[in-house]
């Protein structure tokens, strides 16, 4: 049964572009709409989602809130560039997510390694690994014979270079190669399957300064950032299009007041939008309420819709204003993440967060919940989400944890 359950699970990945041509646009509602006049989600649709998944389980209890937060070896993820305003000299962490527990498949999980060391006061250096396992499935024939067993996997390695621009200001650049393998030298449906690679490239800025708020001291950091930025990938060899990867623009800012010298308490805001197309519906309704053909949908007429035919960067600057739905459903697009952390004597966390997504751009709704104690040199950190959709979500119920290691303290500080 877990079998059947990955392979519709590897189906839906690789023909889920061409979903989104089934429902109607209705002009008057500004949305998409079913054959009962319903608005429904026309979510945003790209390869390689995986590389969107909140990796650690600290932001991950804070309703995966990150780009701005006090850096540790996890701001590869979120904002490289938080590394260079790091208190220690180096970290490493590693965070394990079980996924999809709830079906019972206990064979895939993500796993995220990184780390980072500071070279001076000015700079530092950062690395990731991200492995998605999605188990062994039995590969069959239409007649149920056996093709062989696979090994889906997808990954991510990624380096970045961080730098200070001034006393508050710093910036990152990050490179990295994607892969990923579903179902490598499979026919699924006539189409024969390869693996699906890119490279890429993340730019992260950060903004920190002192700051008094009601008599406490305390520190302000914004950050803005842009990951994902990289090539189009196919899963196929004969494809005549590629599939965008998730480019993602991420505006976050955090609030640290210190309230005495043993409890402090952050509060951090995230918002983040993908830079890529919003899928258009080949139908639209016309003025006297049946559907007729979109004619923005194909204009060149060769039965591929347009919006999946744009170059990266058409796509990525076109990505604010090519909703059908105008202003208004662009600004649907954007999601958001909440979260509060209190810690008491720098050595024990607690955490909380919510995670806002529109019902029209996938629904994904949540709380999250988590912990952290840290003792000398290692760390570690818990969460756990609890849905509040009806939309199910991979991680619904499910502990993470990450732990963390300051190797520093086996080294002279370097009087930050």
């Known amino acids: ?54 990796p650690d389980a600290r932001s991950g209890a804070m309703g995966d809130a990150g780009i701005a937060l006090s850096p540790n070896s996890n701001a590869m993820h979120f904002n490289a560039s938080n590394l260079v305003f790091a208190e220690d000299q180096s970290g490493f962490s590693m965070t394990y997510t079980p996924w999809l527990t709830n079906l019972n498949l206990d064979d895939i999980f993500l796993l995220y390694m990184s780390g980072y060391y500071k070279i001076d006061d000015n700079s530092a250096l950062g690395g990731s690994i991200r492995f998605f396992s999605l188990g062994d499935i039995e590969f069959t024939d239409n007649g149920g014979n056996s093709l062989g067993t696979g090994r889906p996997r997808e990954g991510e390695f990624s380096l970045a270079y961080a730098r200070r621009l001034g006393d508050k200001l710093s910036a990152s650049l990050t490179g990295k190669y994607i892969f990923s393998n579903l179902a490598s030298g499979q026919n699924v449906n006539g189409l024969d399957i390869n693996t699906a690679q890119a490279f890429a490239a993340d730019l992260g800025i950060n903004y920190r300064s002192k700051t008094t708020l009601g008599g406490y ?77 979109n004619p923005e949908f194909d ?14 960067f058409s796509g990525v600057l076109g990505s604010f204003n090519d909703a059908q739905g105008g202003l208004r459903e662009e600004m649907k697009e954007f999601s958001i993440s909440f979260g509060a952390e209190y810690w008491y004597d720098r050595q024990f966390a607690f955490r909380g967060g919510y995670y806002w997504e529109s019902a029209e751009k996938g629904n994904r709704r949540y709380f999250t919940v988590g912990a952290g104690i840290k003792y000398n040199v290692f ?7 609890i849905p509040t959709s009806v939309i199910p979500n991979p991680l ?18 370097l009087g930050n």
């Open 217 to 293: 001291k305390g520190e302000w950091s914004h950050g803005l950032s842009i990951t994902n930025l990289g090539n189009k990938v196919t899963y196929t060899r004969d494809n005549e299009v590629r599939d965008f990867i998730p480019a993602n623009l991420g505006l976050g800012t955090s609030l640290r007041l210190d309230l005495d010298q043993y409890n402090s308490l952050t509060f951090a805001l995230d918002l983040n939008k993908l830079l890529v197309p919003t899928p258009i519906s080949a139908s639209i309704l016309g003025p006297d309420g049946n559907p007729i053909e």
């Open 1 to 54: 049964m877990n079998s059947n359950i990955k392979i519709v699970l590897f189906t839906i990945t690789l023909l889920m572009p061409l979903w989104s041509e089934a429902q109607f646009f209705d002009p008057n509602k500004g949305c998409v709409v079913d054959n009962n006049g319903n608005c429904v989600s026309n979510t945003l649709l790209t390869a390689m989602p995986f590389l969107r998944i909140t």
């Open 299 to 312: 204009k060149d007429g060769n039965d591929i819709a347009d919006y999946r035919e744009k170059s990266l």
């Open 396 to 413: 619904d119920n499910t502990l993470r944890f990450s732990l963390l290691f300051d190797f520093s303290v086996f080294k002279s500080d």
């Open 379 to 385: 760390g570690i950190d818990l969460s756990y989400l």
